[in-house]
């Protein structure tokens, strides 16, 4: 489908006025006056507030917590077809001026190298219509950093006791990150943005100590990290009540858990396992600089090259997944991405087949495929705009199953919640992925956990299997706040949307057998 443009430019609360009271618009034109002055073909400005704060505890006790702000400005050129970047952090006219004559001396420098070497290729920008003085501010109600400190560590710390309370938890580890980013951008086109954003991520882990044995496991929380505000761990979009009074029985019945018996099993897979297989062999295997082979040295290109664009069969005609950045409470949505782009939804695997890719404005004007679909990214006011990940969603089935459907269609599987530990090679191809609990399913039903697995396929094959995909209901928004990209490192934080969703024949290893193969 064609690129759907994000509605509702202004939602939710305010602009923080702290950061609107920086001398935005006056750093701005002084560095894209100068930079314009010295020959740049486009150039861009990025001014920028992270704050960051994270609490933790252990056994309902405080164990450490952090606050941190980062703030900056960076300057970006186009000049000759090459790219000069440069960062600074004077709030001043006159700072934002040597940053400018810097970043214009670095484009001049890189493009001189590029053709001493023979280098042909230039860099050329998408089109991108003006966005003039628009606003935009995610979906939240309650701003975490307007809730007193002592409030967050007494609901951890209140959570924590809960389980702490129950037979067999020996340990609980809680914590709580928070994260408020501000940014606003100019560019010499005529587009001005300023944006807001509120995300969290609060998690529990309990761990069982079998003190006669020694044998020990853990389970934790599988709330997702959201695009929402303190709102959430009072219940607005997420059950805790019903989470926590679960846990400490799952566990239990996790450490008295026969081991998976190795083999080939029909996989029933939550979203809250689901989604970050989806990371790994769709998200970020459909980034075209991926894709193209420009991001290589961090963690490789990707097996869906572009010669493969609208032949290569991905899965399932069941399949379709979509790269958005509008979704509402997504992690990476955002209103205008850092090169001034608004941010849009599309199709990524359509009936199976590979249709799209994310891109950026260099990467969509390089290969021809039109507007650039919003994804770049800098983590910091210290690094360049670099291609990052859409919320990467498989759709539900408009009338698809529930998952107690889905277990009805299985006679010998295993049913798989909550993510662990997981591994892709460099090309996005070969995986496994582990879990926090999985249950065997025996004639369409759950017939208790079992413990020490780990699926395998082919990124292909694995999607190819896949014979059914839940409905609507069966949908959750999940996903990281760690995603890493490019050299130096950059971290962003990503939701992946998925149903419960049935796969044939997998397999599945037992964890412990492999253990030093």
């Not at 939602?11 to 701005?28: E, K």
């Not at 590029?114 to 003039?132: I, K, N, Q």
């Not at 607005?236 to 679960?246: K, M, Q, R, S, V």
Request: with cysteine; proline share 4%.
């Amino acid at each position: 489908m064609p690129p759907t443009p994000s509605t509702g430019r202004t939602q939710g609360r305010a602009v923080d006025p702290l950061f609107l009271a920086y001398p935005l618009r006056t750093l701005a034109d002084a560095a894209l006056g100068r930079a314009t002055q010295l020959g740049a073909a486009h150039a861009d400005f990025r001014l920028e507030r992270v704050r960051s704060a994270a609490w933790r505890l252990r056994d309902a006790r405080p164990s450490g917590s952090s606050d941190s702000v980062q703030l900056g400005f960076a300057v970006r050129v186009l000049l000759d077809g090459a790219w000069g970047f440069a960062a600074g952090v004077d709030l001043t006219p006159e700072a934002a001026v040597k940053v400018a004559e810097q970043a214009v001396a670095v484009a001049r420098l890189s493009g001189g190298i590029s053709r001493a070497a023979g280098g042909t290729d230039l860099v050329e920008l998408a089109e991108e219509p003006v966005h003039a003085d628009a606003t935009w501010v995610s979906s939240y109600e309650i701003n975490p950093f307007d809730v007193p400190d002592a409030e967050k560590t007494a609901l951890l710390a209140e959570w924590s006791n809960r389980l702490l309370a129950a037979d067999g938890v020996s340990h609980v580890s809680a914590s709580l990150l928070t994260v408020q980013e501000n940014k606003f951008y100019a560019d010499t086109a005529g587009t001005t943005t300023t944006q807001q954003r509120i995300r969290l991520h609060p998690t529990l882990d309990a761990t069982s100590v079998d003190e006669r044995t020694g044998a020990f496991d853990s389970m934790r929380t599988i709330a997702p990290p959201v695009g929402r505000g303190w709102e959430y761990l009072l219940g607005t979009g997420w059950d805790w009540n019903a989470e926590l009074a679960e846990l400490p029985g799952l566990l239990a019945e996790k450490m008295k858990a026969p081991s998976v018996q190795a083999g080939r099993y029909d996989l029933v897979i939550d979203p809250s396992n689901l989604w970050l297989t989806i990371h790994e062999s769709i998200g970020h295997a459909t980034e075209l600089d991926r894709a193209l082979g420009y991001e290589a040295a961090y963690a490789g290109t990707s097996f869906a090259t572009f010669d493969k664009l609208g032949s290569l069969k991905y899965g399932s005609e069941l399949m379709h997944v979509t790269g958005d950045r509008t979704a509402e409470h997504g992690l990476s949505t955002i209103g205008y991405d850092d090169e001034g782009v608004a941010t849009q939804s599309w199709d990524l695997v359509k009936d199976g087949v590979l249709t799209g890719y994310q891109l950026d404005r260099a990467m969509a004007r390089l290969k021809g495929l039109g507007r650039s679909n919003g994804c770049a990214y800098a983590d910091s006011p210290g690094h360049v705009p670099v291609q990052r990940m859409a919320n990467v969603s498989l759709q539900p089935a408009a009338d698809g199953p529930s998952t107690e459907g889905l277990f009805a269609q299985v006679e010998n599987g295993l049913y798989i919640v909550g993510d662990r530990s997981w591994s892709i090679d460099m090309q996005r191809y070969n995986f496994q992925f582990t879990g926090q609990r999985a249950y065997a399913i025996k004639n369409g039903q759950l017939a208790g956990q079992v413990k020490d697995f780990a699926y395998q396929a082919t990124t292909t094959d694995f999607w190819g299997s896949m014979s059914a995909v839940g409905g609507p209901e069966t949908y959750v928004l999940g996903g990281a706040f760690n995603c890493g990209k490019a050299q130096p490192g950059q971290v962003a934080a990503v939701s992946h949307g998925c149903p419960s969703a049935l796969f044939r024949d997998v397999n599945v290893l037992n964890t412990q057998q492999e253990a030093g193969h």
